[in-house]
């Protein structure tokens, strides 16, 4: 099915290369409401995309922040 | 309200193109394909998740839109001659219609995504050009050949040509446009050499 754009959120972050297995990534994987995540390691702003129905911008910015990592709506 | 805009959609991937061919694959970078593209970075994450996701689908399309061109009005039972025939003004066709694709298409086939992104595209088209060389050794008008060589002496004097052809020179810089007769030239010599 294909994605509907209005549920795609993206952020520049300062993530560097994650592991599988570290917090921000298992946290990522288990958060409710996250459907899909990805970060692009190779672009200067380390672009977050998510596909969320539910969360909103505000909402996953405290999210990540909590993990120790900036994080801001890109626009 | 966001909605898919297949316009934009399509300059972000005639833009890509251009970036790749002039910038290389290391050279590519979604900053640069935005601005390029008069929209902002977040737009293009929208589309792509990151670049890796970007230039595997591009390499795909155009990786099924030159098989969909080669395979026009060939079929795999065709006599050999008239099949290789139609092969060669396929590819010759597809080559001097979209000059920028061959070469992106070339670029990303030696990136570290090429393996994957031909192991896709390619499939359907590997099936048919397979029995298309079974039947021709089967009905007897074709060398049984290791798969390579066959290759190497039917496409390679078509591929050579076609080079010069882009470079507009050939050996000592001597200009050089492909004509038809050369083509058929080049054919016949072809035919000879992989008959029984």
């Keep these: 099915m294909e994605t509907n754009l209005n549920h795609i959120l993206i952020f520049k972050t300062n ?8 917090a921000l990534s298992e946290a990522l994987g288990k958060q409710t409401g996250i459907s899909q995540w990805s970060i692009d390691h190779e672009d200067c702003d380390r672009v977050l995309r998510i596909v969320s129905e539910t969360l909103s911008n505000q909402e ?9 990592f900036e994080c801001e709506e890109l626009l | 309200m966001r909605t898919r805009n297949a316009d934009k959609e399509k300059l972000v991937i005639e833009k890509a193109i251009e970036l790749i061919v002039s910038d290389g694959f290391e050279g ?3 900053n640069k394909l935005a601005r390029l593209c008069n929209i902002s970075v977040a737009t293009l994450y929208i589309y792509y998740q990151h670049k890796d996701d970007l230039i595997k689908k591009i390499g795909s399309e155009i990786g ?7 395979l026009k009005d060939f079929s795999a039972d065709m006599p050999f001659p008239q099949g290789l025939k139609k092969q060669w003004e396929n590819r ?11 070469e992106c298409f070339e670029i990303i086939r030696h990136s570290p995504h090429g393996e994957q992104i031909l192991q896709t595209a390619v499939r359907p088209f590997k099936q048919i050009m397979a029995d298309f060389f079974t039947n021709a050794v089967d009905n007897k008008e074709l060398q049984p050949l290791p798969i390579e060589v066959f290759w190497s002496v039917a496409y390679g004097p078509l591929y050579s040509l076609l080079r010069f052809h882009s470079e507009g020179k050939s050996m000592g810089g001597k200009p050089f446009s492909l004509t038809d007769e050369y083509t058929n030239q080049a054919l016949e010599l072809v035919l000879k050499a992989l008959k029984p």
């Design chain 2, 64 to 70: 099924t839109a030159f098989f969909a061109h080669t």
């Design chain 2, 28 to 30: 590519f970078s979604m």
């Design chain 2, 92 to 102: 010759i066709s597809f080559s001097l219609q979209n000059p920028k694709i061959v």
């Design chain 1, 15 to 22: 993530i560097d290369q994650l592991s599988t297995k570290c």
């Design chain 1, 60 to 68: 996953i910015i405290s999210f990540i922040n909590a993990h120790g």
